[in-house]
């Protein structure tokens, strides 16, 4: 693998990294930490850092399938399907993260930039909690399979 194929890897490794260990942070320390706060401050607190973090966070997965897409093309035979796998795994991580993720970052953020908590607040905090459960794995396979492909390599 040459020089620039090498740094590619690691910008995709990286960026995998950034998203897997936000995902992480918020399983293990973010879920019991929001159940501990009041419905107003959950609201709150969720709300804000879904405004920065929906404007943030695309350009780490960006980042990680455009690696990955690059990889994959470039890459030799035997390492391609992992980096194939990766990209496929990141995609299916934006999908759920779309589907079941995004639509209640909106009413979090909505509500916390009118200073109002959700009546279904703690509900919809359980929901994005739960969609954690898809998002993780696959973001760990994803970062799996980018590891195999470069210690191949």
């Known amino acids: 693998m040459n020089h620039w194929l090498w740094a590619v890897a690691i910008i995709g490794i990286l960026s995998t990294a950034v998203l897997w260990g ?8 973010g879920r019991p930490a929001l159940r501990s706060a009041t419905l107003a401050a959950g609201t709150e607190v969720m709300g804000f850092l879904h405004l920065y ?15 990955n897409i690059l990889l994959a093309v470039y890459s030799s035979t035997g390492q391609r399907w992992y980096y194939a796998a990766a990209f496929l795994m990141l995609v ?16 979090q953020t909505e509500a916390a930039k009118n200073g109002r908590p959700l009546d279904n607040g703690r509900e919809l905090q359980a ?14 396979v994803a970062m799996i399979a980018q590891c195999i492909a470069l210690a191949a390599s």
């Open 22 to 29: 936000t995902d992480i942070f918020f399983l293990t320390i």
């Open 53 to 67: 973090a929906d404007a943030r966070m695309p350009l780490w997965g960006v980042a990680a399938m455009l690696s």
């Open 92 to 107: 299916s991580f934006v999908i759920v993260y779309n589907l079941l993720s995004k639509p209640i970052n909106r009413l």
């Open 127 to 140: 929901s994005w909690n739960n969609s954690l459960r898809i998002r993780v794995p696959l973001l760990a």
